[in-house]
């Protein structure tokens, strides 16, 4: 599969504990963005890689978020201390320059 | 105002009837434009990409009216597999796409 790989699919995890997601875009992309999308809306950006280097990070992204791409390769998004209000869809998308993005399938999270 | 702005719909068309989406922008200096096609618990897709005044490909038609600082994606001859729901995004300078809301489409037998 030669696609934006996401992983876990699905997350349920209690609030206030630690989670962590990984993005494996596609591998000759250098730009790598995380969205976050609740239901009935429309994504909204979080931050963007353009290979190692975090380029942009939106408000969104409070202080309880952390974002990495250690290599220019894979990413991760964590969030620190969960809250109820955390609980969405957290998609990563890949580009190779000024295109449209690859989506992943995302990862469903769910705060208890 | 919203940067990216769209009817939520939904859109509730019958078989093989045509129907249009409207997505407005509020910074005239965009010059790309993408429509995506969403399934329910789905990642988006891209379904088109508009760089000048329109796009077609097959039942699809993307154009753009910059005057008026609006993007249309017209569908034609609707099949049951087109309801889903339809997003349109716009790049600022670094191409990080900001999308709508989306339209809900919802095509009857």
């Known amino acids: 599969d030669t696609g934006v790989s996401q992983d876990p699919r699905h997350k349920i995890t209690k609030r206030g504990q630690n989670v962590t997601f990984r993005c494996d875009p596609i591998?000759?992309?250098?730009?790598l963005y995380w969205y976050r999308q609740t239901l009935g809306q429309g994504p909204e950006f979080l931050t963007y890689f353009q290979n190692e280097a975090q380029l942009e990070k939106s408000r969104l992204l409070s202080d309880r978020f952390s974002a990495e791409r250690p290599k220019g390769s894979f990413s991760t998004l964590e969030i620190q201390r969960t809250e109820q209000g955390d609980s969405a869809m957290y998609l990563c998308?890949?580009?190779?320059?000024?295109?449209?993005?690859?989506f992943g399938s995302g990862t469903r999270l769910t705060v208890v | 105002r919203k940067e990216v702005e769209q009817d939520p719909g939904p859109f509730n068309v019958p078989e093989g009837a045509t129907v249009a989406f409207n997505c407005t922008y509020s910074?005239?200096?965009?010059?790309?434009f993408f429509w995506y096609r969403q399934d329910c618990r789905k990642e988006p897709k891209l379904l088109m990409s508009v760089y000048s005044s329109g796009n077609e490909d097959g039942r699809f038609t993307a154009q753009l009216n910059r005057a008026s600082q609006y993007i249309s994606l017209l569908i034609r001859d609707s099949k049951l597999s087109d309801s889903a729901t339809y997003l349109c995004a716009v790049p600022n300078a670094g191409n990080m796409l900001t999308f709508g809301g989306g339209t809900r489409l919802m095509v009857k037998p």
């Open positions: 998308a890949s580009s190779p320059s000024n295109y449209g993005y690859t």
């Open positions: 910074n005239s200096a965009s010059q790309s």
């Open positions: 591998s000759e992309h250098n730009r």
